[in-house]
């Protein structure tokens, strides 16, 4: 009786474990069934995306086009805020064919060289300035969203401290930035500028910005990797750290005297609440600015040195952050409807209404007639429109690295543990090291 | 012939009741682990790019990466503070609350609660504390060593990640201590008393050596812990600042997935669990020899 038993339960586990085995391959023969029968009529594509904060209305912009487009079934997967593992690595490793992928703009020349399928025939190329090219001059990515950052400040508190209207492109030297954290501080805020100086923040984005000084950053990312390019005796790289000498400082900002220590958000709190002025940082900051203090909130740009016509003090740092690139791995027929998808984002009213008035993203194309209601992105969208942006630095790095590698580095620098000769050889070490 | 029968049942039987975990051990961890080696070997730029077959090169570069022994060595100073911090504090808190003080079920309760936090959620309130509370209290009371953020200072933010831990796990480890403490036996506690030793002697000679089974869990629990710490790590400092609180899983972390160099990550955490894995082997086999017979 009791071998019964056993043997019986012998027999059930096997057949447990071979319907999990099968269970496990169905899905996938499904998608295949899916892809392969062109009799069906019906393409299937994977869609992959970055930012998390918008995943419902992802959801919903692909349920908007499968009714316009009723061939095509959209499945969007959406990586978590602050995943380490991309949602496109995830798939890609348990074998699915994903169509159409979100990335850095980077990922081009660096990890995802051999991706994407050229676009440059594409009809959007030219309604937008930011398309992306790979290291052979293709188009390959589509421009998602805009992104910029520069010295985001409390409106209320500079137009109190210099007594009306505030122009911002009217700071376009240091001394003049100097000159205006002087009347701040007279004006009764002890410390105007409260920026928390984070590896991401000074490395991935400060200290990409001396790049802008040749038209081209990518001249400038070479010539560092040949181990031809001298930092330290650089004038507008060193002016950059002139000007967050100024930014750090005891005197000025409210971290002075410990930099270092987790304060993005008390940072964040002190310039919407109008205890200090201003930090560094981007349009993003307004998620977290605008639940304290409302749309009380500009960007200007960072001041290098003291030539008031020099255009790096007049411009704002611009750019796509997050782009999309057609596999071309997939069949023709997904490399097909992903371009109609494309194709939607940029020319149908229920596309640009999903990408700026649903998203708030600020749009690469130039037919899109919405406005975001993010104040620092609206200044981001003028600034554009004037002619006022230069290339976002940041995606002439790998943000990976800067972030980690050359971060504690400049963090090194900012609290006085070494000079900046130091950090001009650990920077021009690590581009040689990566030839 | 019966003998054969019997064999074959407690096979059966030994199937039935390991197989289950026996499967969910291999899909999780064996599995994994034996790929994960073989990924070691290959070079690999992005996990869409193909394999190429590259021998030992990542363990070279990983044997050769100066950042990964420094969060190694840090991760060493680390596991010495909490291991013994951990358990000196564990045991005391265990101790007294076996003492028939009033109402020891709640301190019992209170102590172990903030194991139930997780990690990450843990970090972040510890996070506020550092940045927020102790600086608001420096200020307030003008005790110069609170009045700016521990989080910025490279000792101070290795030792907020050892108060956090210790605050962590000390509870978890207590309640071990205090299944050791009970099942000491009254016997010869008595039989130690009516010969004269004191509160100390029957401490040092006779409840110590007794509860050596459990300071062979808590010590391994806690060595396991500090050397694999992330979660707190990652909430907490973020490895900062300028990188000088980076543990060495965080650091594996970075390198993986941050610097996108995955095969010398890897290769990496085989080291890392070489280390480990000795390490805890080592002290398991040696501290089990301490445990004497009751």
Not at chain 1, 283 to 289: I, K, M
Request: glycine share 8%.
């Amino acid at each position: 009786m009791r071998k019964k038993f056993v043997s019986t339960l012998l027999v059930l586990f096997s057949v447990a474990m071979a319907a999990c085995g099968g269970a496990s391959q169905e899905p996938a023969t499904d998608s295949t069934d899916a892809t392969n029968q062109p009799d069906e009529g019906k393409v299937t594509i994977i869609i992959t995306n970055g930012k998390g904060e918008i995943a419902a209305q992802n959801e919903q912009a692909a349920k908007d086009f499968m009714a316009a487009n009723p061939d095509i079934i959209v499945e969007q997967h959406t990586g978590a805020v602050g995943d380490t593992l991309s949602i496109l690595d995830k798939l890609s490793a348990s074998g699915e064919t994903v169509t159409l992928a979100m990335m850095e703009p980077n990922a081009v020349v660096e990890k995802y060289k051999d991706f994407g399928t050229d676009l440059s025939g594409e009809k959007w190329v030219n309604e937008t300035n930011d398309a992306v090219k790979n290291a052979k001059g293709e188009i390959v990515g589509f421009p998602f969203s805009i992104e910029g950052f520069g010295l985001v400040y409390n409106k209320q508190v500079v137009e109190k401290a210099i007594g009306g209207a505030f122009d911002p492109f009217s700071i376009n030297t240091r001394d003049k930035l100097k000159g205006l954290l002087d009347q701040i501080k007279a004006s009764g805020v002890k410390y105007p500028v409260a920026y928390q100086t984070e590896a991401w923040s000074v490395s991935n984005h400060y200290s990409s910005q001396f790049l802008n000084q040749a038209n081209d950053p990518n001249t400038i990312i070479a010539q560092l990797k040949e181990g031809q390019f001298d930092l330290a005796g650089n004038a507008v790289w060193n002016g950059y750290y002139d000007t967050l000498d100024l930014l750090s400082s005891q005197e000025y900002n409210k971290y002075g005297e410990r930099p270092l220590g987790k304060y993005y958000d008390d940072a964040h709190v002190s310039v919407g609440k109008g205890e200090s002025a201003l930090l560094f940082n981007g349009n993003w900051a307004f998620d977290s600015l605008k639940a304290v203090a409302g749309e009380n909130f500009g960007l200007m740009p960072v001041p290098v040195d003291n030539n008031p016509d020099n255009p790096l003090n007049n411009k704002i740092a611009a750019g796509p952050t997050n782009i999309y690139v057609i596999n071309k791995e997939a069949t023709p027929a997904q490399q097909e409807a992903a371009k109609k998808y494309l194709n939607w984002l940029v020319y149908e009213k229920a596309g640009q209404d999903y990408l700026v008035n649903k998203s708030q993203v600020i749009s690469a194309f130039k037919n899109n007639p919405y406005t975001v209601t993010n104040p620092l992105g609206a200044v981001i969208q003028d600034a554009i429109k004037q002619g006022k942006t230069m290339p976002f630095t940041t995606n002439y790095i790998v943000p990976g690295d800067w972030n980690t590698i050359l971060g504690p580095e400049v963090q090194k620098y900012i609290v006085k543990k070494q000079s900046r000769e130091e950090l001009a050889k650990a920077i021009e070490s690590y581009f040689t090291s990566k030839k | 012939m019966i003998k054969e029968k019997n064999s074959m049942k407690r096979f059966g039987y030994q199937l039935f009741f390991t197989g289950p975990t026996m499967i969910t051990f291999t899909i999780a961890l064996l599995i994994p682990f034996a790929y994960g080696f073989y990924l070691t070997l290959m070079k690999m730029a992005s996990p869409t790019s193909p394999l190429e077959f590259s021998g030992i090169d990542n363990y070279v570069t990983a044997i050769q990466d100066k950042e990964f022994w420094a969060s190694m060595w840090l991760t060493v100073k680390y596991m010495a503070g909490t291991v013994l911090f951990v358990n000196v504090l564990g045991f005391v808190l265990a101790f007294l609350v076996t003492s028939n003080i009033r109402s020891q079920n709640f301190f019992r309760t209170a102590y172990f609660t903030p194991n139930l936090i997780g990690g990450l959620v843990l970090g972040y309130i510890w996070q506020f504390v550092f940045v927020q509370s102790l600086p608001a209290i420096g200020e307030k009371w003008g005790i110069d060593f609170l009045r700016l953020g521990w989080l910025g200072d490279e000792k101070l933010a290795f030792w907020a990640l050892v108060i956090v831990t210790i605050w962590q796990s000390a509870g978890y480890m207590m309640i071990i201590f205090i299944a050791g403490l009970i099942s000491v036996p009254k016997d010869i506690i008595e039989a130690s008393t009516i010969d004269g030793a004191n509160g100390w002697q029957r401490m040092v000679k006779m409840i110590l050596p007794s509860m050596v089974p459990s300071f062979v869990v808590t010590v391994f629990l806690t060595l396991k812990n500090a050397f694999m710490v992330y979660d707190i790590n990652f909430s907490l400092t973020e490895g900062g600042p300028y990188g000088s609180t980076t543990m060495v899983s965080m650091h594996v972390v970075n390198k993986a997935f941050l610097e996108t160099n995955y095969g010398v990550g890897q290769a990496e955490a085989i080291v890392l669990f070489i280390i480990v894995a000795s390490v805890t082997g080592l002290q398991v086999y040696f501290s089990k020899k301490m445990e004497v017979e009751a």
